[in-house]
T-cell receptor, first 117, second 115 residues
Framework: GENVEQHPSTLSVQEGDSAVIKCTYS??????FPWYKQELGKGPQLIID?????GEKKDQRIAVTLNKTAKHFSLHITETQPEDSAVYFC????????????????FGKGTHLIIQP | EAGVAQSPRYKIIEKRQSVAFWCNPI?????LYWYQQILGQGPKLLIQ????????DSQLPKDRFSAERLKGVDSTLKIQPAKLEDSAVYLC?????????????FGPGTRLLVL
């Protein structure tokens, strides 16, 4: 099955600086890569995702890059703010485009992002 | 729009006891997932339903875990008997359509402690 490795486990940055979280995956068939943010006592919330036919995607201060050859994808947060402090998870899945199949996510172990004021 | 609802939010039981969790997905959502999140780790898929049918239960420990989704809406996850290593947060998620790569919306989870 799929295995997702995530680094670092903890990341502390100064407010206003950039943060980068990296993930690798093992199954070359995986074609969907979402990133989730989880705050204390809450369920994960999707912040951005990327599909295998795209190399980069951006949404305001958040961007994700995908290197399918290296089986590697990264989350970039610029101009970090205190409210960005949370645990971030990368995930991967394979889903048939015909739909209706199993597409449960395999998650990394998470990165605790700390924004220092 | 109301989110995914889960209850109870917290549960403490002794090992070998039984426990059940309930999930009410977002109205109209076709696909429902149960994940187990052990402290310090990412969520791990247990079972996926599409409407009221099971799509994937390959990672569900079927000797002690069971789940059902009656009428394709609410779902219950049961553990019988519980072990110490079942202590975790049990997350329910749902997606609107039975299409690949749909956004999964997660509930707040049920935190289980087995003593």
């Amino acid at each position: 099955g799929e295995n997702v490795e995530q680094h670092p486990s903890t990341l502390s940055v100064q407010e206003g600086d950039s943060a980068v979280i990296k993930c690798t995956y093992s199954d070359s068939a995986s074609n969907y890569f979402p990133w989730y943010k989880q705050e204390l006592g809450k369920g994960p919330q999707l912040i951005i995702d990327i599909r295998s036919n795209v190399g980069e995607k951006k949404d305001q201060r958040i961007a994700v890059t995908l290197n399918k050859t290296a089986k590697h994808f990264s989350l970039h947060i610029t101009e970090t703010q205190p409210e960005d402090s949370a645990v971030y998870f990368c995930a991967a899945s394979f889903a048939m485009y015909s739909g209706g199949g199993a597409d449960g996510l395999t998650f990394g172990k998470g990165t605790h992002l700390i924004i220092q004021p | 729009e109301a989110g995914v609802a889960q209850s109870p939010r917290y549960k403490i039981i002794e090992k070998r006891q039984s426990v059940a969790f309930w999930c009410n997905p977002i109205s109209g959502h076709a696909t429902l997932y149960w994940y187990q999140q052990i402290l310090g780790q990412g969520p791990k898929l247990l079972i996926q339903f599409q409407n009221n049918g099971v799509v994937d239960d390959s990672q569900l420990p079927k000797d002690r875990f069971s789940a059902e989704r009656l009428k394709g809406v609410d779902s219950t996850l049961k553990i019988q008997p519980a072990k110490l290593e079942d202590s975790a947060v049990y997350l329910c998620a749902s997606t609107l359509l039975a299409l690949p790569q749909e956004t999964q919306y997660f509930g707040p989870g049920t935190r289980l402690l087995v003593l």
